[in-house]
């Protein structure tokens, strides 16, 4: 096959029997010699790693060869001064991934209170009372001289029975404070209805909003179609935040392997899409309607990171829901503030969360977090941090644009593949 | 493989730091040995019981893990413009230390390491020492760490890529090694190579892109080439706006390793030798044919 510079296969000529596997090499080849950084600051993406994940997800190649052949062209990119190490980020030879496991009942209790110590300050937003686990998300303040962080603090934690457990942080910050959950054993009594942190006791109350949770089918879909619209959607580092010539390097493979036609309505959708987020033209036709409504009332939707614990206020809401094809949510709170609003989430298994979770670089289908409100505004989540394991992995998904003001419901919709979940959380009555 | 894959191929040489002393690697008719050692098995054996280990004979070891490894054609050099930089702090990791190559030109150096890839010496440091260690390392080195999964390398990667920084000469012999072994097997209609030949195919093509782009000083050109079996005429031709190459496999053995791509301002399609001639054929820019006859000197 003719591969053009960017490694993209021409259509001039015409193909025999589709060789995924030589594509894939070729690919390769052509990012060699191209030389180091064909693309900047794109996450995990690349012309093979793209081309990878496209070609695995309509079993054009299987995952372990797709997974050998990128790492292999990965490290050579390495040897050639590419400034990434992402031959680190493969999972060849480790073995199948796990499947998703329920989440058990747990009560999610509400605090906001915070508790002065020697060293700064921690904010306990939630807490997660399970019958083998509490945790509890916090935000906390250093300032101790010089700053010893968060790896330093283990405070003991106490309930109304008694019981005193250990904690540990998980999380991330820096110099403007940190973020995380602190967690240990034994847990908690989950009927408490306090804890005391560093001698300071702290009121719990309950969830008192009914959340709703339901699964829904997806309209069926290709898997090509799936893999292209999943593309912009992922809540991982994709090519939503990449060189629009990712789109295009994933359309051609897909062609290219007889997967889509060329004029598939999905592949209008995904330019359209593309050329929105470049900020080119937010009322394409051809942009689909939840697309149009996130991409139209913001210039840019998605401006990065924010604090939502900063000035933000906790709905708690403690719902965990069925299987979403193959994987488990649970989601413990929403947090919203003027500028975001986000939820922190458990999900199982860890993959589930994506390439910027705990998921594999190339195959996995992770789940797109969308979300709608009762007037008919639709948002589009993005993994802010994570942190858990194969089997288990929990993140904050940060959502854009911010909440309309005027809404009452939120529908909270993480998205499989074939289906997904809608959990809708009253807002309104929060806010009076 | 014929007798004499090697023909083509002149002598190379590199130097590594063995104990205490420079000692010299050489690669001659098809063959590496390490010429300060003159009982190789006799200093295994001694460093087996406990002695000194050494480096010339983990060097031996590693080419012989990779001398019919595929990947090493993923990994090597495509052209002299594909430079392949191996990371200083890897051989430091692994202990082993630079010495000067002096292979013709004399710019490379070798240098190489114990063992298959460290791990064992990384598995025993203190896990601050090995997150210390790991937050210095190249992000080549740390693509290894990567490719080692949690706790080994079973395809020995980093062998691989230690053996491409030997210099002087020799990871082109490498290639040329696995290169002969599998146009052979191809040749024979091989099952596994008829089974691998998107790897051959791919290897292939980096090469004679590479070669190609030189040839017309075109970094951009469009090429497209074919991975025609042994036997079948080779040709380049015009196509689309690019070139139509149609090689054997065997181009990287007979023409590639040699370094015979670009001859006097034409690619060469195929190279043969006649006792200590050697016949190129290749086409200039305008695509017509020229024959070239070589002495080996001249090739040198």
């Keep these: 096959m003719l591969l053009d510079r960017s490694g993209r296969a021409c259509n001039a000529r015409p193909m025999a029997a589709f060789d995924a596997e030589l594509y894939l090499r070729l690919a390769g080849e052509a990012m060699i010699l191209e030389g180091p950084n064909p693309r900047q600051n794109v996450g995990w993406s690349s012309p093979t790693t793209d081309a990878a994940s496209a070609l695995v997800a309509v079993d054009a190649l299987p995952l372990e060869t797709a997974e050998t052949i990128t790492r292999d062209y990965e490290i050579a990119m390495s040897l050639r001064g590419d400034q990434r190490s992402r031959g680190a980020m493969f999972r060849v030879g480790r073995g199948p991934q796990p499947s998703g496991t329920p989440f058990p009942p747990a009560r999610v209790a509400v605090s906001g209170q915070t508790v002065e110590t020697s060293w700064g300050s921690i904010t306990v937003h939630h807490v997660l009372l399970g019958d083998t686990s509490t945790a509890m998300h916090i935000t906390a303040t250093d300032r101790s001289p010089g700053g010893f962080g968060m790896r330093n603090i283990a405070p003991v934690v106490r309930d109304d029975r008694g019981t005193a457990m250990p904690t540990f942080f998980s999380g991330g910050g820096g110099s403007n404070g940190y973020r995380g959950e602190l967690s240990g054993a034994p847990a908690l009594s989950p009927s408490t209805a306090w804890i005391e942190l560093d001698g300071t006791r702290i009121d719990l109350r309950d969830n008192p909003v009914q959340v709703e949770v339901r699964i829904e089918e997806l309209e069926p879909s290709t898997p090509a179609e799936r893999h292209l619209r999943q593309l912009l959607a992922s809540s991982g580092p994709g090519p939503r935040f990449a060189n629009p010539d990712s789109i295009e390097d994933v359309i051609s493979v897909l062609v290219a392997c007889g997967a889509i036609q060329p004029e598939d309505r999905a592949i209008k959708e995904v330019r359209a899409v593309g050329s929105a987020m470049q900020g080119r033209n937010a009322t394409d036709p051809d942009l689909p309607p939840r697309w149009r409504s996130v991409m139209s009332r913001s210039r840019n939707p998605f401006p990065g990171y924010h604090d939502s614990n900063d000035g933000g206020r906790t709905i708690v809401v403690g719902a965990a829901t069925p299987a979403i094809d193959g994987a488990y949510v649970r989601v413990d709170a929403l947090i919203v503030s003027a500028q975001a609003f986000a939820v922190e989430v458990a999900v199982s298994p860890g993959h589930a969360l994506g390439p910027g979770g705990w998921g594999p670089v190339v195959g996995g289908e992770s789940l797109s977090w969308w979300a709608e409100d009762d007037r008919g505004n639709h948002y589009l989540g993005t993994m802010t941090g994570s942190s858990g394991s194969d089997d288990y992995c929990r993140s904050t998904v940060q959502f854009g644009p911010p909440l309309d003001p005027a809404a009452e419901l939120l529908m909270l919709q993480p998205t499989g593949s074939a289906h997904r979940a809608v959990v809708t959380i009253p807002i309104g009555e929060e806010r009076a | ?300």
């Design chain 2, 1 to 300: 493989m014929t007798a004499e894959w090697f023909a083509g191929l002149s002598p190379a040489h590199a130097a590594v730091e063995c104990g205490d002393a420079i000692h010299h690697l050489e690669w001659r008719d098809g063959s590496l040995t390490a010429a300060d050692h003159e009982d190789a098995e006799g200093d295994r054996t001694l460093a087996a019981l406990g002695g000194d280990r050494h480096t010339c004979l983990a060097v031996l070891d590693a080419w012989a893990r990779h001398e019919h490894d595929l990947r090493v054609l993923v990994l090597a050099s495509r052209g002299p413009s594909d430079a392949v930089r191996v990371p200083d702090e890897m051989r430091m990791a692994a202990g082993g230390r630079a010495a000067g190559g002096r292979a013709a030109g004399g710019r490379a150096t070798g240098w190489f390491s114990y063992g298959a890839a460290g791990t064992a010496m990384a598995a025993s440091m203190p896990r601050q020492a090995r997150l210390t260690a790991g937050m210095s390392q190249s992000f080549a080195a740390q693509a290894v760490a990567g490719a080692r999964g949690r706790s080994s390398d079973p395809d020995d990667v980093a062998g691989a890529m230690q053996l491409l920084g030997l210099g002087g000469g020799l990871p082109r012999r490498l290639c040329a090694h696995v290169a002969a072994h599998w146009g052979a097997r191809l040749a024979e209609g091989d099952d596994e190579a008829s089974r691998r030949r998107a790897e051959l195919h791919a290897a292939l093509h980096g090469r004679v892109v590479c070669a190609v782009r030189e040839w017309l000083d075109d970094a951009a050109v469009p090429v497209h080439v074919d991975m025609i079996e042994p036997g079948d005429d080779a040709t380049v031709r015009r196509e689309h706006g690019g070139l139509h190459v149609s090689v054997p496999f065997r181009w990287i053995l007979d023409v590639w390793a040699p370094g015979l791509g670009v001859v006097a301002g034409a690619f060469t399609l195929r190279a043969t030798r006649d006792g200590a001639q050697i016949d190129v054929h290749g086409v200039s820019p305008d695509l017509s044919d020229r024959h070239m006859e070589l002495s080996p000197s001249a090739v040198e």
